[in-house]
């Protein structure tokens, strides 16, 4: 089957639901540091989160590059899908490896939004980027498993009901590879008893609903796991190429936001009896960042095109997201510069966007792993890790 990569009706439906949340209703959740819950149940009544799971578990069926167009035009239109992009893909890793019962289970209730799956829990406050040395313990007994251990940055886990969390069931020293030995389970965090699971907000730069989740005996029950005991590592990292696209077209979404701003700007601001836009000191960051947006945008389509094909789109997809997080932020670069003093202030958005553009440079993976990533799968250079 063929798609048209661009996807224009999906497009204007996004851009039309996006209309009825303008930079006040963002500027406001920010105040208050507040989850855009109305936003999200939009979407979700869209039907827009369910874009990746199969119309035969209820949701749109569409094809990756599908949803990547739904983020974009999100991100494109001011708005942020980091509030909620989860609820899209982590569901991968079940829709893959989950048991039929799981799935029957979980996906049609995810793709009608009853069940919120946002949150994801790899990172660990001690291993950071170094995945196959967290600490968090699942341990079998009976028909239970019992949780130990500590997870940093689970983004969006006070608003979530379901949990996909990586934990080690067998330790590093008893298995042949390091990424042996670590399993994925879908937690059900309403069934947890609280004293076993506690959740404390971080507040961040930008609003993120990030938290810190403490186990202690955690007990959830041996059906929570999803797949093969030990396999765990392979299930995440099978899902981290759509997620790396998906990232990448938000990142394209937030160049093209702010280039559009920042012309607008450019064009209207008389310094000097012209204006500003007519000096090429302030044209050529512009074009500039325009440029690596349209490069970027390329990678983006061609990632999702590889996807698409059944291929490995591993190359593209890390190369997508490399160049698309730089774009973003060459564009709120430029952006705030050509805004002067009034890139600072709160009521043009730009200082709000320019927060939220900063963190794909970190997450969900940072610039030198992708590089690293690069460097030694692609071009063949030794190890550094
Ligand atoms: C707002 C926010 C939301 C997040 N949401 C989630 C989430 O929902 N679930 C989740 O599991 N995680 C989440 N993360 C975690 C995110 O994926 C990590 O922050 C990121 O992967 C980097 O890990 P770290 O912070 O531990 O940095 P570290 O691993 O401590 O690295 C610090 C710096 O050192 C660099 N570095 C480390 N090792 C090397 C190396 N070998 N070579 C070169 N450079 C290196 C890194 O690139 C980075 O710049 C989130 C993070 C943030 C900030």
Same mark, same amino acid.
């Given at each position: 089957?063929?798609?048209?990569?661009?996807?224009?009706?999906?497009?204007?439906?996004?851009?039309?639901?996006?209309?009825?949340?303008?930079?006040?209703?963002?500027?406001?959740?920010?105040?208050?540091?507040?989850?855009?819950?109305?936003?999200?149940?939009?979407?979700?009544?869209?039907?827009?989160?369910?874009? &990746? #799971?199969?119309?035969?578990?209820?949701? /749109?069926?569409?094809?990756?590059?599908?949803?990547?167009?739904?983020?974009?035009?999100?991100?494109?239109?001011?708005?942020?899908?980091?509030?909620?992009?989860?609820?899209?893909?982590?569901?991968?890793?079940?829709?893959?490896?989950?048991?039929?019962?799981?799935?029957?289970?979980?996906?049609?209730?995810?793709?009608?939004?009853?069940?919120?799956?946002?949150?994801?829990?790899?990172?660990?406050?001690?291993?950071?980027?170094?995945?196959?040395?967290?600490?968090?313990?699942? =341990?079998?007994?009976?028909?239970?498993?019992?949780?130990?251990?500590?997870?940093?940055?689970?983004? =969006?886990?006070?608003?979530?009901?379901?949990?996909?969390?990586?934990?080690?069931?067998?330790?590093?020293?008893?298995?042949?590879? +390091?990424?042996?030995?670590?399993?994925?389970? /879908?937690?059900?965090?309403?069934?947890?008893? +609280?004293?076993?699971?506690?959740?404390?907000? #971080?507040?961040?730069?930008?609003?993120?609903?990030?938290?810190?989740?403490?186990?202690?005996?955690?007990?959830?029950?041996?059906?929570?796991?999803?797949?093969?005991?030990?396999?765990?590592?392979?299930?995440? &990292?099978?899902?981290?190429?759509?997620?790396?696209?998906?990232?990448?077209?938000?990142?394209?979404?937030?160049?093209?936001?702010? #280039?559009? +701003?920042?012309?607008?700007?450019?064009?209207?601001?008389?310094?000097?009896?012209?204006?500003?836009?007519?000096?090429?000191?302030?044209?050529?960051?512009?074009?500039?960042?325009?440029?690596?947006?349209?490069?970027?945008?390329?990678?983006?389509?061609?990632?999702?095109? &590889?996807?698409?094909?059944?291929?490995?789109?591993?190359?593209?997809?890390? &190369?997508?997201?490399?160049?698309?997080?730089?774009?973003?932020?060459?564009?709120?670069?430029?952006?705030?510069?050509?805004?002067?003093?009034?890139?600072?202030?709160?009521?043009?958005?730009?200082? =709000?966007?320019?927060?939220?553009?900063?963190?794909?440079?970190?997450?969900?993976?940072?610039?030198? /792993?992708?590089?690293?990533?690069?460097?030694?799968?692609?071009?063949?250079?030794?190890?550094?890790?």
């Amino acid at each position: 089957m063929t798609y048209d990569l661009d996807h224009p009706e999906i497009r204007e439906a996004v851009a039309k639901l996006c209309e009825g949340f303008p930079g006040e209703y963002w500027r406001e959740c920010d105040r208050q540091t507040a989850y855009p819950t109305a936003f999200v149940q939009a979407l979700t009544e869209g039907g827009f989160l369910s874009a &990746l #799971i199969p119309e035969a578990y209820g949701g /749109l069926g569409i094809p990756l590059s599908a949803a990547a167009a739904i983020l974009e035009e999100i991100h494109q239109a001011g708005c942020n899908a980091a509030a909620c992009h989860a609820q899209m893909y982590t569901m991968g890793t079940v829709l893959r490896h989950g048991s039929q019962e799981q799935k029957a289970a979980y996906l049609p209730k995810i793709a009608s939004g009853e069940l919120r799956l946002q949150a994801f829990g790899v990172t660990e406050p001690t291993s950071g980027t170094d995945t196959t040395s967290l600490r968090t313990t699942a =341990r079998r007994s009976g028909d239970k498993y019992i949780i130990n251990g500590q997870k940093i940055w689970t983004s =969006r886990a006070e608003h979530s009901d379901l949990l996909l969390l990586l934990a080690r069931t067998t330790s590093k020293d008893q298995v042949k590879k +390091k990424t042996d030995g670590l399993s994925v389970f /879908l937690v059900d965090m309403r069934m947890v008893p +609280k004293r076993s699971l506690s959740i404390r907000p #971080i507040k961040t730069m930008m609003n993120h609903s990030a938290t810190e989740l403490f186990f202690n005996d955690m007990e959830i029950p041996t059906s929570s796991l999803v797949g093969e005991e030990g396999k765990g590592f392979r299930y995440i &990292l099978s899902g981290m190429n759509a997620e790396r696209i998906l990232i990448a077209a938000e990142c394209i979404g937030d160049a093209k936001w702010f #280039i559009k +701003k920042t012309c607008n700007y450019a064009n209207e601001r008389i310094i000097f009896n012209r204006p500003i836009g007519q000096n090429q000191g302030i044209q050529f960051p512009i074009a500039r960042a325009y440029s690596q947006m349209r490069a970027a945008e390329l990678m983006v389509r061609e990632g999702a095109r &590889l996807y698409e094909a059944g291929s490995t789109s591993g190359e593209e997809a890390n &190369l997508a997201k490399l160049l698309s997080a730089d774009a973003s932020w060459a564009a709120a670069e430029a952006c705030v510069q050509t805004h002067g003093g009034f890139g600072f202030a709160e009521e043009y958005d730009v200082e =709000r966007k320019y927060r939220e553009a900063r963190l794909y440079q970190v997450a969900p993976i940072s610039t030198n /792993l992708v590089l690293s990533y690069v460097a030694e799968h692609v071009l063949g250079m030794a190890r550094s890790y």
